[in-house]
């Protein structure tokens, strides 16, 4: 077989269109498009630093036989159904996953504890969130199969290399069904639409290898034994013990910190983040980042990555959602919370991201310092109140009962402390109510926010403006408490056999490093058995 291989600088027109460059790449080797039998990217991403947008791409091109399928190795799955040893995984995001789905291949039994409902039932719950009817504090956008990244953009960048194999979680996602483009797009995402059925598939293998999967099993107590985790016990009675114990809860599993204070177990206090989340129209983003009026056929929703220092803190965007929506994400009635998702076209005519300030220990009020350990997530708690009766207090005046709505102001008017007489368009589908956010923001954190946003001003010419919308709070970026471990065992430091893991111990931002971190952790399980 003949491979003819290509490191190539294209236009959009080309690099995104398929037929369009094959035909571009066999008019370079000299060949006819019928004399190939396949063509395989293998890396592509956007440079739209000038006005000239280019797109780098790596490509090969096959002549004589067919294409091969993709060479990854597939995963090894194993037969674990009567395993001597099983660990006890408290939590189904993709740490947890993960970790289990990596302790099967090295024969290890996982028991995965998960409080919510499986991903079918949880489009249900969320739709009657959506619908303004009921909250379930169980199952919603945080809670429940997958976890909170189930329902989000699916976004599967990330930056920590050091701390495992990136590519192995992309291949490991492609197995399950994820497409073939997240292995070779720079920024590869899912889409929330996408998500449900990978993370059943990843649950179904679990199961088909003899794991197992107990759903609606909130755990409210941990076993342990001679300073050692040996389990942990369910509400609803569900009592299992193994080799180890893998927390990996998230990032608003509230009710987690608390059963471990109660048992001893050591928390601390961690900087964390706090601000708004940001909406524009979709064209006037891919107008900015593009240099043109229109994005056209090829160019995918354009993104943003902002970052700037104010008084010493950082302002940044956060888990920005191209072609995206709004999302009610709190778990308790009363909080404010919202977050942003996307589905894999990244169709919608909005754009949105999460613009925090960095929210240090040392920033808390000492009014707060009763709360201890606990003291940033009670303050992350009051800032999520106070937008909730804030935006009732607004709603009242004009006798609109308030459910899930958010409060919500023009960025312009934000930005110098106007009041929103009226609010563009916004996809956030509960509603949104005017509401002077930065009145209802403590002065530290929407003082920044205004200079953030006008730093970006300066930094994407139209970014600020009132066609934009703010809606509150995007207060769960990260969590504000830290569940402290061994660097090098990776157990709780005054528990041996427990490994907290992911965004809600505090180690990790996203999709991916949270993945990997669970994988981390079943490697340390792993090499503790075999020894």
Known sequence: MAIEKFNIVLPPEIAYDEAHLLRHLCRIKGLNPSDTTGMRILSRSIDARQRQIKVQLSAELYVGENKPALTYPEPQYRDVTTSRHQVIIVGSGPAGLFAALHLIE?????????????????????????????????????????????????????????????????????????????????????????????????????????????????VDKLLIKDGRAIGCRAANGIEHTGDAVILATGHSAHDIYEMLLNQNLTLEPKGFAIGVRVEHPQALIDSIQYHREDRGQYLPAASYRLVTQVDGRGVYSFCMCPGGHIVPATTTPNLCVVNGMSASHRNSPFANSGIVVEVRVEDIYKSFDNYKELKGLQYQKTCEGKAEIECRLMASRSHTEVK???????????????????????????????????????????????????????????????????????????????????????????????YPVGEGSGYAGGITSSAMDGINAANKIIQLIKT
Do not use: W
């Open 106 to 218: 090295h024969g290890i039994k996982p028991i995965v504890f998960e409080r919510g409902n499986d991903v079918s039932q949880r489009k249900r719950d969320i739709a009657l969130i959506n619908r303004n009817v009921t909250l379930n504090p169980e199952s919603n956008y945080c809670f429940g199969e997958g976890g909170a990244g189930t329902f989000s953009d699916g976004k599967l960048y990330t930056r920590s290399n050091k701390r495992g194999d990136i590519h192995r979680v992309l291949e490991i996602f492609h197995y399950h069904g994820a497409a073939d483009n997240i292995l070779f797009e720079s920024h590869p995402h899912i889409g929330s639409d996408r998500l449900p059925s990978i993370i059943k598939h990843m649950r179904q293998t679990i199961l088909s290898c003899g794991g197992e999967f107990h759903l609606g099993s909130k």
């Open 404 to 498: 899930f709505q958010a409060p919500a102001q023009r960025l312009a008017d934000f930005v110098e402390g106007r009041f929103s007489s009226t609010l563009p368009q916004c996809s956030y589908v509960p509603g949104i109510i005017s509401t002077p956010l930065h009145k209802c923001l403590d002065k530290p954190i929407s003082e920044r926010l205004q200079q953030g946003f006008r730093d970006f001003g300066k930094k994407m010419r139209g970014f600020l403006t009132n066609e934009a919308v703010i809606v509150g709070m995007e207060s769960r970026s990260s969590s504000p408490v830290r569940i402290p471990r061994n660097p090098d065992t990776m157990e709780h430091v005054a528990c041996e056999r427990l």
